[in-house]
């Protein structure tokens, strides 16, 4: 499990389990039980379980508690801490639809072959007021058989995401897989969560027909990223696919440009530079691709200048801005970039990790061979797509000695890059 993002609190493990096992009500201003819940999730030991256990068994009723409850539930699900599923399994019964939810992710998380668990997992189908998605996961990803039935009265479920899930559900349980085209069709959702959904609902039913369509799916990269990553975890090892079947929709995600991907947004007209800069803001990542696309298009030119301008106003701190325009200035082949693009391939904020590949991307796109050294030293970092987007980017300055560095890289993926590299015997 990948923690980078978890410990963002100054917290010891004892200091954790001292304030999560503070009353609600002697909690001060300053400190928060909630944040000790998360931060637990860095300490895999029994007395960190131990402590998730207890607050979850606290069950004094005001939102604070029940706040930290649903988030000791995550915890343990992501802990993996099969000593808490006597707990867990208690909280489906709960008033709280939101701790219900987490309690049937956790188990799915957990995992148990437990006819009893599972079909109390599977009596929540009829319960109102869930969040089914979760629900039918837990029960597809444990092949609870017997639920087939009532998941598949979901199929025709008037919310897209929960019909998608319950069509991926059924394909999996049953391994028939006519209907996965309508899983397929949401990765055009117009609601950006449902497309990220869909990716899912595609990794779960290990659709690996899918993989160029979630390439080019106008979500968030980290979103597309991950399910081609997993989807070729599951298939690769089990011969369904090999590296080359998941090659190119890893490479033209990880490439990332606007005109590769299946825009569900569109302009009446061509708006004014000004208004694209500001759609670099927004969180439905298929509006950033648009308005990048109509920049390269439109105001190529003009751009660079206004994408300094918001970098020095705002970007530098968005990191969602932050992404589109180091992709922007690659895109654009903008050699006065190139320090900033520098700043940013070595920035090691987690919050900014992204904006690391894709300013390997970007300095590959200018063409600049002074740029080999400090791709090359991204080479050693720990972060699988940073090194699998320099060795892009070395391979488009005609640079592949990075192959020799990256030979004995632990991650697959960059193993499986090098090993296929046609030329690596030469150097």
Not at 146 to 169: C, G, H, K, Q, V
Not at 245 to 253: G, M, R, S, V, Y
Not at 289 to 313: G, M, N, Q, R, V
Request: glycine content about 4%.
């Amino acid at each position: 499990m990948d923690k980078r993002f978890f410990s963002f609190f100054n917290l010891t493990e004892d200091q954790a389990i001292a304030l999560l096992d503070t009353p609600q009500a002697e909690i001060g201003e300053e400190d928060s039980r909630y944040i000790a819940a998360s931060h637990l999730v860095n300490f895999p030991t029994e007395q960190s379980i131990q402590a998730l256990i207890r607050a979850v068994q606290q069950n004094e009723p005001g939102l604070d508690n029940r706040i930290v409850r649903r988030k000791s539930v995550e915890t343990l699900g992501r802990l993996q801490a099969a000593q808490a599923l006597t707990v867990i399994r208690t909280c489906l019964q709960d008033e709280d639809c939101y701790t219900v939810e987490n309690a049937a992710w956790a188990i799915g998380e957990i995992g148990t072959t437990n006819a009893d668990i599972l079909e109390e997992v599977a009596q929540l189908l009829d319960r109102p007021g869930q969040t089914y998605r979760v629900i039918i996961h837990t029960l597809t990803k444990l092949n609870y058989q017997p639920a087939l039935e009532r998941i598949r009265r979901f199929t025709e479920n008037t919310d897209p995401p929960t019909a998608s899930a319950a069509i991926a559900a059924v394909c999996r349980l049953t391994r028939d897989y006519s209907d996965m085209e309508k899983v397929v069709d949401m990765l055009q959702h117009k609601n950006v969560l449902g497309r990220r959904l869909s990716i899912q609902d595609l990794v779960d039913a290990r659709y690996y027909d899918a993989l160029l369509n979630i390439a080019r799916c106008p979500v968030s990269l980290v979103f597309r990223l991950r399910g081609i990553r997993l989807l070729a975890f599951e298939g690769i090892p089990s011969g369904a696919i090999t590296f080359a079947t998941i090659q190119p929709a890893l490479e033209q995600t990880l490439r990332d440009y606007p005109g590769d991907l299946d825009l569900v947004h569109s302009y009446e007209e061509i708006p004014a530079l000004s208004f694209l800069i500001r759609e670099l803001y927004e969180t439905d990542f298929g509006r950033c691709y648009l308005a990048s696309k109509t920049i390269l298009e439109h105001y190529s030119d003009s751009a660079p200048a206004a994408l300094f301008a918001t970098y020095a106003l705002e970007a530098n701190n968005d990191y969602g801005a932050h992404f589109h325009v180091m992709k922007l200035f690659g895109w654009l082949k903008h050699s006065p970039a190139y320090d900033l693009l520098l700043e940013s391939l070595h920035n090691t904020q987690p919050q900014f990790q992204k904006s690391r590949a894709a300013a390997a991307i970007a300095l590959g796109e200018l063409g600049e061979v002074r740029a080999i050294p400090e791709l090359k030293a991204s080479l050693e970092t720990t972060i699988w797509d940073l090194k699998y987007a320099a060795l892009m980017a070395l391979e488009k300055l005609g640079d592949v000695s990075g192959c020799k560095i990256a030979a004995a890289d632990p991650d697959w993926l960059i193993q499986a890059k090098v090993n296929n590299y046609p030329i690596l015997s030469t150097i």
